[in-house]
T-cell receptor, first 115, second 113 residues
Framework: KAGVTQTPRYLIKTRGQQVTLSCSPI?????VSWYQQTPGQGLQFLFE???????NKGNFPGRFSGRQFSNSRSEMNVSTLELGDSALYLC??????????????FGNGTRLTVT | DQQVKQNSPSLSVQEGRISILNCDYT??????FLWYKKYPAEGPTFLIS?????DKNEDGRFTVFLNKSAKHLSLHIVPSQPGDSAVYFC????????????FGKGMKLTVNP
């Protein structure tokens, strides 16, 4: 079974630009979550999508948004990039559904550098 | 407000000995706990988990213990191997219905040959 796939692996953007990151979950997984990892803050939850609906959102500004498609693939978008947005962005998937205790499986992330 | 805490930033052990990684949490609504291992430039890899209705779960060399009254969990690795050297994250899920995980800040384990 293929794991969680994130594209691209690396991105360099300039302040003020916007960026879109892509995530393909493990086949059969309906829940997709996004996390930001920085050296100072560790792994911070951005949002979670389940069956195309945002089910939870972390404490990030509105410049961070996401969506999920009918095939469970997900994208996240960051607009008006700031230097502080430089981070490793991780996508994770799981089966989802309240009857499961199923671990999240992570992709290898997209390393975003804002200059 | 840090709901999941890994108070020790690093641990160094000898190959073949036991590694004990600790984690404390404050939110009594957490119902599912996980440990992840992470190498640089890679995503976290799931190791082992435990539901709040259990106090122990074992998988090969890895055992997780949960003490709900103390809001404490620990990961035991026996025997430790040099390939176990990585950063370990403790995570917890709120029983609110989503899959959101709250992570500790991680602990670097070094296993010396």
């Amino acid at each position: 079974k293929a794991g969680v796939t994130q594209t691209p692996r690396y991105l360099i953007k300039t302040r003020g630009q916007q960026v879109t990151l892509s995530c393909s979950p493990i086949s059969g997984h309906r829940s997709v979550s996004w996390y930001q990892q920085t050296p100072g803050q560790g792994l911070q939850f951005l949002f979670e999508y389940f069956s195309e609906t945002q089910r939870n959102k972390g404490n990030f500004p509105g410049r961070f948004s996401g969506r999920q498609f009918s095939n469970s693939r997900s994208e996240m978008n960051v607009s008006t990039l700031e230097l502080g947005d430089s981070a490793l962005y991780l996508c994770a998937s799981t089966r989802g559904g309240s009857s499961y205790n199923s671990p999240l499986h992570f992709g290898n992330g997209t390393r975003l550098t804002v200059t | 407000d840090q709901q999941v805490k890994q108070n020790s930033p690093s641990l160094s052990v000898q190959e073949g000995r036991i590694s004990i990684l600790n984690c404390d949490y404050t939110n009594s609504m957490f119902d599912y706990f996980l440990w992840y291992k992470k190498y640089p430039a890679e995503g976290p890899t799931f190791l082992i988990s435990i539901s709040s209705i259990k106090d122990k779960n074992e998988d090969g060399r890895f055992t997780v213990f949960l003490n709900k009254s103390a809001k404490h969990l620990s990961l035991h690795i026996v025997p430790s191997q040099p390939g176990d050297s990585a950063v370990y994250f403790c995570a917890a899920r709120d029983q609110g219905g989503s899959e959101k995980l709250v992570f500790g800040k991680g602990m670097k384990l070094t296993v010396n040959p």
